[in-house]
């Protein structure tokens, strides 16, 4: 598949606006069960600012993949059989409960009021993480998408990513305990997200060694030797554009090299230090890595799928 | 219910690509239309065609046959493009069977493409909308046409008579009868996406030729 940046950037961003969401409900649920440590509302409301800042440019990311952006409303309206439509309805959703959050705190809600729109909102942030996952685990035909572990690794990469932003907020606010916290639950949440990504990659792997469909199959001739001479055109479209990378193997390694690296040992190495050190520079230098990965790990994303309509194109003429 | 289909004949199929053309002249002034032609005569030309003519060669040289291999939307009876759809706009016509696209619904996803194993669908960069093969449902229901020529262009147009057009779920069609007496398959049926177009298999002639 021909890697998407709309949606590139739209998948990493709401994740890191996701997992934002849940370290600050886990902050308050730690600050309200240690009385030594009181952070104000201030810090959850600009909290929710961020995560609502995160969320926002996903959206607006989104639309840049949208043909017709001006006719998305009718994307609401098919929730009972697409996961598109149900992400659709599920983001602007969560948006309005951490405005919600966002605002309550700006009020100074208490506190039982806002760990109920917390409890809500993590709910809500969990759908969504299943709703993303989903719109790629469903196509069942792309076999390296078609998986639990690609709902599994949305929710991972994301929290992952959230808790290092969360743990570099807490840092910059003066916060060395929740600094520790949000950076030791990113730090295992990346872990995780290790094995998970780890798993899928030795998967595709086999995949590749063993195609379900082939040639044979998709033209019906079964013979051991059908080689396609003419794909019924010579010059480019849509079919060769929105389905091949069209990148030399050798830079398909080095991107999902870039991600392995920057995701995982440059990412921790970075986190440990600076929960060590008490470093929020640190700890920012830690997100900005794994961003960084995680941008090459959605485009390796997209680029490792393997289209069955491919075998239809394979060569000009 | 109705399911309507093209038979595609894989013995008489001689790759002029005289479907492709005429698909492309009908379906460029009508409901579909207009299909963009960028730089036609250029080093790069692209453009939207719903019908391409595929070549493949079986077995190694010298023992080798030529096939040509007609590919259009296959209107699966279990599409896989259409409940992905966020908008309703991709949809399969409960009355016959064809899946269609509401150019004014789309928002131009491209999801329903993804989920399409054959790539059946080109997204039209022009109007920014998902396109496909709509079966000429612009023509075969138009009664100001002669009853003979309420067929997809591509039917019309064929020199070989290679595509037959017609109701697969009528047992008695001549489609039907074809696809039973000719062992009519689909395309990658471990998808079980149920394609109602067939393919009418190659029966490889053997005798006198060889020996010659």
Redesign the interface.
């Known amino acids: 598949?021909h890697p998407a940046f709309s949606v590139i950037f739209l998948t990493t961003l709401i994740g890191v606006g996701q997992g934002l969401f849940i370290a600050l409900n886990i902050g308050q649920v730690f600050d309200l069960a240690r009385d030594d440590i009181n952070l104000g509302h201030g810090f959850y409301a600009w909290g929710g600012f961020l995560v609502l800042s995160f969320l926002a440019l996903g959206l607006i990311a989104s639309v840049f993949?949208?043909?017709?952006?001006e006719?998305?409303w009718?994307?609401?309206?098919?929730w009972r059989?697409?996961?598109?439509?149900r992400e659709?309805i599920v983001l602007p959703l969560f948006m309005l409960i951490v405005f919600a959050y966002m605002l309550g705190h700006f009020n100074g809600m208490d506190a039982e009021q806002s760990l109920t729109l917390g409890l809500v909102g993590i709910i809500v942030c969990f759908t969504l993480f299943v709703c993303t996952g989903m719109?790629y685990a469903?196509?069942?035909?792309?076999r390296e998408w078609a998986t639990p572990l690609t709902v599994v690794n949305f929710i991972l990469f994301g929290s992952a990513s959230g808790f290092i932003f969360a743990a570099a907020y807490a840092g910059w606010a003066g916060q060395p305990e929740l600094l520790e916290l949000f950076g030791e639950i990113g730090a295992w949440l990346t872990l995780g997200a290790l094995v998970s990504r780890g798993w899928t990659l030795k998967r595709n792997a086999e995949l590749r060694a063993r195609p379900?469909?082939t040639?044979q199959?998709?033209?019906?001739?079964h013979?051991p030797?059908?080689?396609?001479?003419?794909?019924?055109?010579?010059?480019?479209?849509?079919?060769t554009r929105?389905?091949f990378h069209g990148m030399k193997a050798l830079a398909v390694r080095r991107i999902k090299g870039f991600f392995l690296v920057m995701v995982f040992p440059v990412t921790l190495a970075l986190l440990l230090a600076g929960t060590a050190l008490d470093s929020a520079f640190l700890v920012s230098l830690a997100f900005l890595a794994q961003y960084l990965g995680l941008i090459a790990e959605r485009w390796y994303f997209f680029a490792q799928v393997n289209?069955?309509?491919?075998i239809?194109?394979q060569q000009v003429? | 219910m109705t399911q309507l289909a093209l038979v595609i004949d894989l013995n008489v199929c001689v790759g002029c690509?005289a479907c492709?053309t005429s698909c492309k002249e009908w379906n460029t002034s009508g409901q579909a239309g207009p299909m963009p032609d960028d730089?036609p005569y250029g080093a790069?030309?692209?453009?939207?065609?719903f019908n391409?003519?595929?070549?493949?060669?079986?077995?190694?040289f010298p023992h080798t046959e030529?096939?040509h291999?007609p590919?259009s939307c296959l209107h699966c009876e279990d599409p896989?493009c259409?409940?992905?759809?966020?908008?309703?706009?991709s949809h399969k016509r409960e009355a016959d069977g064809i899946v269609l696209v509401d150019y004014d619904?789309?928002?131009?996803?491209?999801?329903c493409?993804?989920?399409?194993?054959?790539?059946a669908?080109?997204?039209d960069e022009h109007s920014?909308?998902m396109k496909k093969c709509t079966l000429c449902v612009d023509r075969i229901y138009d009664q100001t046409l002669p009853e003979q020529e309420r067929k997809p262009a591509c039917v019309m147009a064929c020199p070989a008579n290679a595509r037959i057009f017609g109701d697969i779920h009528d047992p008695d069609s001549q489609a039907s009868q074809m696809i039973r007496e000719q062992q009519g398959?689909?395309?990658?049926?471990?998808?079980g996406t149920q394609p109602a177009n067939h393919?009418l298999?190659?029966h490889i002639r053997r005798g006198s030729d060889d020996s010659a």
């Open positions: 598949m993949h949208l043909g017709h952006p006719r998305a009718r994307a609401v309206t098919q059989t697409s996961w598109l439509s659709v719109i469903c196509l069942r035909f792309l379900k469909t040639t199959t998709a033209t019906g001739i013979h030797e059908v080689r396609q001479t003419s794909m019924g055109l010579m010059g480019g479209s849509y079919n929105e389905f289209h069955p309509q491919n239809y194109y003429g | 690509h492709v730089n790069d030309p692209s453009g939207v065609f391409r003519v595929q070549t493949y060669e079986v077995g190694s030529t096939v291999f590919k896989p259409v409940p992905v759809c966020p908008t309703g706009a619904k789309c928002i131009g996803c491209k999801y493409s993804w989920a399409c194993p054959y790539g669908r080109e997204f920014q909308v398959y689909a395309l990658m049926p471990e998808l393919y298999p190659r």
